[in-house]
Every structure is written in structure tokens, then in C-alpha cells.
């Protein structure tokens, strides 16, 4: 029977998805200064993919596994191509903190479609109001932004919509890779991880080529600052991060893993502050605080 996952090990993952995540939308947003959006997700996740694949190697572990690797990449696919594509091309229209609240209302779509713990998430009134409460801080956020002037606003609903769908795209995934990856004998999730990210790459590259990205990126173009940027979503937000959500939806309940949603964006608007020299509102503020409290309650146990 194996070993339950360590207090420490449970809240190191944790730490990795709410706030390393939380500070990838921004430093998505300032590759995007310099990479095109495609080209962005196939240098991502091909070299994040490649580098997993070579530390399963170290450790031994069998890689050719057509079931794994087929079902990781379908997994891949929905999770990392269609989210993460929906999350840069809808930095075109939104900002980055906007992304991040979107985004936040992934944790109901998880609950909604998370069809075998409907009785168990129903049932919990903690739980039920915790994730009210979340959606009802992000809808305070939603509406701050959505009456201030923005740039380009005539298409800002584009970028809502975007984010709507990739929400819908990231539960579903959430769900496919819990109940139907799990049992092919990858217990670290590494293997697993790696072959989602390689998948994703694949169709980011297949993309980048119909869509011209290769051409038109220029190496010598592109700031120091954008390569660290660059690197930090690759070590930090997909080798360690991903990595680690994967394995916590095999030791934890999803919706509680899907809590990450409502810490994110209150990492986002901290460093859109910080380093972005954001204006943060006193409604900002206060829906940043909703949003913990639901986050506590939905955890409570």
C-alpha cells in the first residue's frame, strides 16, 4: 500500500502552484514583449519537456510507454496548448492581473464538471460557500476593471471570452489527468509532466510554423530581460509548478487543488505592483481579501 505524501511535501506543492503560478502572468506578459505568442509556447514547453525528460532518465524510469505518452500528450494538449495559448493571446486585450481573476473561476468549472464528487463537493456547505465567496471576490475585481479605461477597449470582450473558454479547457484537463493518468504506474507525475509539456510543444511549433512565428522572431531582437523571463517559466512555473499540481491532483481533491485560482490573482496584482508599478485600488484590495477568505474555507480541513 503506498505512503501517504508528507505535510511538508503537500505544502511545498502547494506553495509552488499558488505563488510561483501567480507570478507567471506576468512574466508571460513581458515575453510577449519579444517572442510571438506561438513561438513563446513552443520554446516553453519544448525545452521544459526535454529537460524532465532527461531527469526521469537519471532516475531511471521507463519512458516509452505508448499509453503514458499518449494519454499525457492529449492531456497536454488541453491543459497547456489551449489554456496557455488562450491566456497569451488574451494578454493582446487584457491585462495580466485581469488574466489572473479570469482565471480564478476555473475552481467552480473543476466543481461543476467534477461529475463522480458531486456528492462529496455538494455536500460540504464549507466548501460550497467558500467557492461563492472566491467567485464573488473575482466578480468585484472583474467589474473594478471593467469600467476603467483601457487602450484598444472596443475588443476587450475578446479577451474575456478567450479566457472563459480556456478556464473551461483547463478544468477539463484538470479532470482528464486525474482520473485517467494516475494509474500508468508514473508516481512522481515527472513522466507524466513531461510528455504533457512535449505535447503541447509539438502543437505550439506545428502552429508557429502555419502562422509565420518562425519567421518573423529575431534572436538578436529579444531583451536579456525577456530571456529571464523566459527561463523563469521554464524552470520555475513548468518543471517545478506543473510538476507539482500534477502530483497533488493524485493526492488531493481536486476542487481543493483547484484553489490555487483564488491565490493567483492576488500574487499577480502584487508583482503588477511591484514591478509593474500597477495602481492597485481600494476595491482591489478588498476583493483580494474576499477572495483568502474563501480560500480558507474551502481548505479549512
Not at 505535510?7 to 502552484?17: C, G, N, P, R
Request: net charge positive.
Amino acid at each position: 500500500m503506498p505512503q501517504p505524501p508528507g505535510s511538508l511535501a503537500v505544502a511545498a506543492a502547494y506553495f509552488l502552484i499558488y505563488v510561483v503560478w501567480g507570478s507567471t502572468y506576468y512574466f508571460i506578459g513581458v515575453c510577449l514583449h519579444d517572442f510571438p505568442p506561438f513561438m513563446l509556447g513552443t520554446v516553453h514547453f519544448a525545452v521544459a519537456g526535454l529537460a524532465l525528460l532527461a531527469v526521469c532518465r537519471l532516475r531511471g524510469e521507463r519512458l516509452l510507454r505508448r499509453v503514458l505518452i499518449f494519454k499525457s500528450a492529449v492531456c497536454g494538449i488541453i491543459l497547456l496548448f489551449v489554456d496557455q495559448g488562450v491566456i497569451m493571446f488574451a494578454q493582446r486585450y487584457v491585462s495580466s492581473s485581469l488574466v489572473a481573476i479570469m482565471a480564478s473561476s476555473t475552481a467552480v468549472w473543476i466543481m461543476l464538471l467534477d461529475v463522480p464528487q458531486w456528492r462529496r463537493n455538494f455536500r460540504s456547505v464549507s466548501t460550497v460557500a467558500g467557492i461563492v465567496l472566491g467567485f464573488i471576490g473575482v466578480a468585484m475585481l472583474y467589474l473594478e476593471q471593467l469600467n476603467m479605461q483601457r487602450p484598444g477597449g472596443s475588443h476587450y470582450e475578446y479577451g474575456v471570452l478567450l479566457l472563459i473558454g480556456g478556464c473551461i479547457s483547463w478544468a477539463c484537463g484538470t479532470l482528464y489527468s486525474k482520473y485517467h493518468i494516475r494509474d500508468n504506474g508514473d508516481d512522481g507525475g515527472l513522466s507524466s509532466s513531461a510528455w504533457q509539456m512535449l505535447g503541447a510543444g509539438v502543437v505550439f511549433a506545428l502552429c508557429a510554423g502555419l502562422s509565420g512565428d518562425f519567421s518573423s522572431l529575431q534572436l538578436s531582437a529579444v531583451s536579456a530581460v525577456s530571456w529571464l523571463s523566459l527561463a523563469y517559466l521554464i524552470v520555475f512555473g513548468s518543471m517545478m509548478a506543473y510538476t507539482a499540481y500534477i502530483w497533488l491532483l493524485r493526492v488531493r481533491p481536486a476542487t481543493e487543488v483547484a484553489t490555487h485560482a483564488y491565490v493567483n490573482p492576488v500574487v499577480a496584482v502584487v508583482i503588477g505592483a511591484g514591478l509593474g508599478h500597477e495602481d492597485v485600488t481600494l476595491i482591489q484590495l478588498a476583493g483580494l481579501a474576499v477572495i483568502l477568505i474563501s480560500v480558507m474555507m474551502v481548505n479549512r480541513k
